[in-house]
């Protein structure tokens, strides 16, 4: 059984800086990593990948043959991943004995709520692969200073999270920026809680050009509300508690929190409904770390920069 992350988000959301500080953090609590890079327009990688989609096909090439655009170049990417789907198994085949994954996909939103592709590659590599995998939907917190960019951010978390089926959790990235975006309208809270929405679309009314948009504001609110599915996280990359708090959501996500536990029903359902407040250096499922060597206590050395 193998476990994972699929990091997507809109461009400039912060994936690849996502992958980067998160696999630097997964490192030091003990788990071998290997980061998989299915963006063939991402041509700079801070990370060192196990497995680069341009070993199998490139955008530029793509478009340049083709005759097509960067958004239609990688829906072609994708459709040809799938079809070259055993390319991708081989390469992950000696991975999964002992590797944690973290798939790095492509800015094109459409992807994941509208096109199948995508998907469809998920699906076959957690069939044949045995993987257990969390969506990881980031995005840039400063959308929350725009009503009407917050709205629509929850519209394609919501949409994400209906198309993939997978275990997902949303992700407000670059946090400890979001006070230079300008004052908030609300509380943090009421913006990761995803709270009473009637209040922001008030708030919306206020601008004009929102205005005539009233009605459809209104159904779309509705629609999120409904559902009740959406909320957010939130990350500072940076900052080895935030990461810690997120990898600890996402192991129970996934169910690796559960992987060295044996016993009754009743056991499994204590840790499920449990706070997240285990301890890293001493978690139970991470590999082992040489007791003699204090660097496993010392700060992950973030250098990142914000580049998804």
Sequence with gaps: MVFGQVVVGPPGSGKTTYCNGMSQFLKLIGRKVAVIN????????PYECAVNIEDLIKLSDVMAEHSLGPNGGLVYCMDYLEKNI???????????????????????VELFFLHSNAKNVIMKLIKKLNLRLTAILLVDSHLCSDPGKYISALLLSLSTMLHLELP????????????SYGKLAFN????????DLSYIQDHLDQDPRSAKYRKLTKELCEVIENFGLVNFSTLD??????????????????GYVFLSIEGSAVEFSKIAAGPLDWDYYRY???LPLNAADDTCCMPVPFSTVYSA
Excluded: C, M, R
Aim: net charge negative.
């Design 188 to 195: 943090l809270d009421y913006y990761t809680d995803v709270q």
């Design 237 to 254: 990359i940076q900052d080895k508690e935030s990461v810690g708090n997120l990898v600890k959501l996402i192991d129970k996500s996934n």
């Design 284 to 286: 139970p499922f991470s």
């Design 86 to 108: 055993d390319w991708l198994e081989s390469k992950l085949k000696p991975l999964i004995k002992d590797h944690y994954l973290l798939f790095d996909f492509p800015g094109q």
């Design 38 to 45: 299915l963006d063939p327009a991402n041509d700079s990688l």
């Design 168 to 179: 997902h959790i949303n992700v407000l990235s670059k946090i400890d920026l979001i006070e």
